[in-house]
C-alpha cells in the first residue's frame, strides 16, 4: 500500500505547477484523498480534499487558485496549482484514511501518506 507523489519544484510568483499522488496496492476509486502542506516553521494543514465520488474541498487559503481531480483508471489525484504565491511555498503530502475511507473531513486520522514533495514559489 503506497502513495506516490510527484516531484515538486521551483516556480515564480504567479506560475503554476501540477502535483500527482498514484496510488498502489488499493483500489483508490473507494476512497478519499487529501492533499497536506507543511511550510517552514508552520504546523501542517490540509489544503483540499477530493472524496471518493469526486467531490472537492478547499481551504480558503487556495480556493479558486488550486483544483483537485481524480482519474481512477490511473489510479492517479492531482492538484493543479495556479497563481502560486510565496506564501504556497512548503512540503506537501498526500493522503488517505484506510478506516474512514471514502468522506473528506479533517477530523479524519488520515493514517497513510506520501512521500513529502518540496514546493518552492520565489522569485
Known amino acids: 500500500v503506497q502513495l506516490q507523489a510527484s516531484e515538486g519544484g521551483l516556480v515564480q510568483p504567479g506560475g503554476s505547477l501540477r502535483l500527482s499522488c498514484t496510488a498502489s496496492?488499493?483500489?483508490?476509486?473507494?476512497?478519499?484523498i487529501a492533499w497536506f502542506r507543511q511550510a517552514p516553521g508552520k504546523e501542517r494543514e490540509g489544503i483540499s480534499c477530493?472524496?471518493?465520488?469526486?467531490?472537492?474541498y478547499y481551504e480558503d487559503s487556495v480556493k479558486g487558485r488550486f483544483t483537485f481531480s481524480r482519474d481512477n483508471s490511473k489510479r492517479t489525484v492531482y492538484l493543479q496549482m495556479n497563481s502560486l504565491e510565496p506564501e504556497d511555498t512548503a512540503v506537501y503530502h498526500c493522503?488517505?484514511?484506510?478506516?474512514?475511507?471514502?468522506?473528506?473531513?479533517?477530523?479524519?486520522?488520515?493514517?497513510?501518506w506520501g512521500q513529502g514533495t518540496l514546493v518552492t514559489v520565489s522569485s
Open positions: 493522503a488517505t484514511d484506510f478506516y474512514d475511507y471514502s468522506r473528506c473531513g479533517w477530523d479524519k486520522r488520515w493514517d497513510t
Open positions: 496496492g488499493f483500489t483508490m476509486d473507494y476512497y478519499a
Open positions: 477530493i472524496s471518493d465520488n469526486g467531490n472537492t
